[in-house]
């Protein structure tokens, strides 16, 4: 897998349902970092956890980390439908100069 | 507070021909960055300035100049466009390096 590579590519549920997105990485990070796009749009950055965090909540978005699977899932409750959006993650690699985005989850929900 | 302002919004160029992107940040924030992002690709870190005065390159500089002109501002060069620079443009800016990043609205740029 790449560093920060999200599972799956797309998803649709409907509205109310939760989603849940994973991202996956390679390498040691200091922490991991979790945007929506609408589209058309620039990121909105929705939550940070740093390597040393297990779960982080905002609102109705809770992010968890296991740093010894090297994954993170973001989960969306009650999910509405301006939460139709692509969900990137990014991962801030130890020891490096940079971020790096996964490909996203095209998430959809149905009214 | 205006956020990230980036212009143009959009742009066509003739393969060959220069322009200059512009990015603005109201935040005061120290580092400021240059991303394109490509179907498929997610994003691609062009350049970074860390902070007022300095630049490095990113993932993938060629084709790509940078001036971080003052704290507020940091603009993106093609000297010679070509059409795989075909892409959409964000610049984001963050307090400090590699935190959380804020982002511009984009700029979509066609090269024929």
């Known amino acids: 897998s790449q560093q920060g590579e999200e599972d799956p590519q797309a998803l649709s549920i409907q509205e109310g349902e939760n989603a849940t997105m994973n991202c996956s990485y390679k390498?040691?990070?200091?922490?991991l970092q979790w945007y929506r796009q609408n589209s058309g749009r620039g990121l909105v950055h929705l939550i940070l956890i740093r390597s040393n965090e297990r779960e982080k909540h905002s609102g109705r978005l809770r992010v968890t980390l296991d740093t010894s699977k090297k994954s993170s899932s973001l989960l969306i409750t009650a999910s509405r439908a301006a939460d139709t959006a692509s969900y990137f993650c990014?991962?801030?690699?130890?020891?490096?100069?940079?971020?790096?985005f996964g490909q996203g989850t095209r998430l959809t929900i149905n009214p | 507070n205006a956020g990230v302002t980036q212009t143009p919004k959009f742009q066509v160029l003739k393969t060959g021909q220069s322009m200059t992107l512009q990015c603005a940040q109201d935040?005061?924030?120290?580092?400021m960055y240059w991303y394109r992002q490509d179907p498929g690709m997610g994003l691609r870190l062009i350049y970074y300035s860390a902070s007022e005065g300095t630049t490095d390159k990113g993932e993938v500089p060629n084709g790509y100049n940078v001036s971080r002109l003052n704290k507020r501002e940091f603009s993106l060069r093609l000297e010679s466009a070509a059409p795989s620079q075909t892409s959409v443009y964000f610049c984001?800016?963050?307090?400090?390096?590699?935190?959380?990043?804020?982002f511009g609205p984009g700029t979509r740029l066609l090269v024929l």
């Open positions: 390498t040691s990070i200091n922490n």
């Open positions: 984001a800016s963050s307090v400090g390096g590699w935190e959380t990043q804020y």
């Open positions: 935040m005061n924030h120290n580092s």
């Open positions: 990014a991962t801030r690699i130890q020891g490096a100069q940079k971020l790096v």
